[in-house]
């Protein structure tokens, strides 16, 4: 089954003197590389694809977040179990 899925990482600390993001694009980053259908938002980045897949890259994103060097840090993830498409879900308002 395909599912839809949203994570918002927040790393504490936020990022690097250098770079205050370092620790979510590295998140985004793990997404990229998945192969998934994904859409970065400014609050979170949305993904798409089978439930297996999207899990793993789910729980890669937050471990990147972690091995980028933040101490700790939550994301925030929402999950729809419903055979539709980020497409279908936004269409409408687009």
């Known amino acids: 089954m395909n599912v839809v899925a949203e994570i918002q990482v927040a790393p504490s600390p936020p990022g690097t003197a250098e770079d205050p993001h370092a620790y979510v694009e590295a998140a985004i980053a793990v ?5 998934l259908r994904h859409e970065v938002g400014a609050l ?6 089978e439930a297996d897949q999207v899990w793993a890259t789910l729980r890669a994103a937050h471990e990147a977040m972690l091995a980028a060097g933040a101490t700790g840090g939550l994301s925030h993830i929402k999950v729809a179990s419903v055979n ?3 497409d279908s ?3 409408k308002f687009r």
């Open 31 to 35: 997404i990229q590389a998945s192969g």
């Open 44 to 49: 979170g980045t949305t993904l798409e694809g």
């Open 84 to 86: 539709r498409t980020m």
């Open 89 to 91: 879900l936004t269409s």
